[in-house]
Antibody
């Protein structure tokens, strides 16, 4: 069974940093491209970042480019999101999302980890 | 960037109703359109991918269609478990934009 378990969320002051992790199991992690998607309280879904199989290519939403860094460790089956210079509007539930190996659509989501940016 | 516009934002319906949700892309997305269902406090679940392909385990009352820039999600006979929020998303390029969501509520 595919499992994606996020961790690392919490309360942080504006300007602070957090590193999110997503531990993957139940599939061959190195075969799948991965994403982070977030959801502000009571709002819709916002794609945040994408990373290719090897980690050599990354893509970001304009709202986080230059502040967030997505990375992966295929030996540890783990996806990361380093978040720096956090702002109040970064507050939300952050989901780790697996892409289908055959079609590029998002086929499995973790349960999310909550990030709250407030003083 | 490709913009995704969903309508309606809210839909009031009864069990047994046929429900149609529309998603329009600002440019052609080569059928790379997915639909997700999200219930309160839960992560989204994939329903449909590549416009019309039903994800394994999803009931056949859900179907997707469309081409070019216009897409629809149809629930043929709404069931109690289907009251939720639905999102479309394109995956043709970056950023992988979502629609703003359609909340299906009890009439």
């Amino acid at each position: 069974e595919v499992q994606l378990v996020e961790s690392g969320g919490g309360l942080v002051q504006p300007g602070g940093s957090l590193r999110l992790s997503c531990e993957a199991s139940g599939f061959t992690f190195s075969y799948n491209e991965m994403n982070w998607v977030r959801q502000a309280p009571g709002k819709g879904l916002e794609w945040v970042a994408h990373i290719t199989y090897s980690g050599k290519l990354t893509f970001y939403a304009d709202s986080v480019r230059g502040r967030f860094t997505i990375s992966r460790d295929n030996a540890k089956n783990t996806l990361y999101l380093q978040m720096n210079s956090l702002r109040a509007d970064d507050t939300g539930l952050y989901y780790c999302v697996k892409e289908s190996a055959s079609g590029y659509h998002f086929d499995r989501w973790g349960q999310g980890t909550l990030v709250t940016v407030a003083s | 960037d490709i913009q995704m516009t969903q309508s309606p934002s809210t839909l009031s319906a009864s069990v047994g109703d046929r429900v149609i949700i529309t998603c329009r892309a600002s440019e052609s997305i080569n059928y790379r359109l997915a639909w997700f269902q999200q219930k309160p406090g839960k992560a989204p679940d994939l329903l449909i991918y590549k416009t019309s392909n039903l994800e394994s385990g999803v009931p056949p009352r859900f179907s997707g269609s469309g081409s070019g820039t216009q897409f629809t999600l149809t629930i043929s006979s709404l069931q109690p478990d289907d009251f939720a929020t639905y999102y479309c998303q394109h995956y043709n390029s970056y950023p992988r934009t979502f629609g703003q969501g359609t909340k299906v509520e009890v009439k």
